[in-house]
Structure formats: structure tokens, C-alpha cells
């Protein structure tokens, strides 16, 4: 059993950053961000497989940057630019599937963390 813990959601104006974290309680290979806003599904946004390859959906490239640490306990999103349409929980994931494309889909990840809101007005 993997428990995750996000941190590092709150409110921001447009154009501002923030920086997520989520600390695992155990070393997890292939993780990822998601967020779900009012209403919506939840989507992906970034994912960290394989030889640290990082992949990202449409709406985040060149805006955030998913790392995790040496120790792969700790994984971040860094989030620039940000939008209105970026207001959402943002939930970490673990255990997700090995991906080389683009980042997985919400089943294919078994660990979930609590969720932090980012909102981010105009």
C-alpha cells in the first residue's frame, strides 16, 4: 500500500506559479499529477515513467514541470503561467502503468492522494 500526500495547492493570480508536492510512503516508480475541476472529469496533466521520462497533456507543456527526487519518495509539479481554466483539485497518483506516449488515463493508477485546490483568478 502506497500513501500519498499532496501539498502546496492555494490561490494564485493569473500568471502566477505554484508548486505542488506529493511525498510517498514508499520509493514508486511511475507517478503522475491529475486534476479534476467542478464538474469535470478528472484528467491528466503530467507523468514521470520509465528512465525518468516525462510526459504531459496539451494544456500543460512548457507550462509545468513534473521531477521527482533521487530518493523517488517526493514527486512536484511546478506550475508557471497559470489560467483560470487551470482552477481545479490536483491530486498526486502512484502506481500508475509504464507510458511512453502521453501520460495515463485516471484507471491506470492504483494510489491516490487526497487532492490540494489550486485556484487561480483573473
Known amino acids: 500500500q502506497v500513501q500519498l500526500v499532496e501539498s502546496g495547492g492555494g490561490s494564485v493570480q493569473a500568471g502566477g506559479s505554484l508548486r505542488l508536492s506529493c511525498a510517498a510512503s514508499v520509493y514508486t516508480r511511475y507517478m503522475g499529477w491529475f486534476r479534476q475541476a467542478p464538474g469535470k472529469e478528472r484528467e491528466g496533466v503530467a507523468y514521470i515513467g520509465a528512465f525518468d521520462i516525462t510526459l504531459y497533456t496539451y494544456s500543460a507543456k512548457g507550462r509545468f514541470t513534473i521531477s521527482k527526487d533521487n530518493a523517488g519518495n517526493t514527486l512536484s509539479l511546478q506550475m508557471n503561467s497559470l489560467q483560470p481554466e487551470d482552477t481545479a483539485v490536483y491530486y498526486c497518483?502512484?502506481?500508475?502503468?509504464?507510458?511512453?506516449?502521453?501520460?495515463?488515463?485516471?484507471?491506470?493508477?492504483?494510489?491516490w492522494g487526497q487532492g490540494t485546490q489550486v485556484t487561480v483568478s483573473s
Open positions: 497518483a502512484a502506481g500508475c502503468s509504464l507510458r511512453s506516449d502521453h501520460p495515463p488515463a485516471p484507471y491506470e493508477c492504483v494510489y
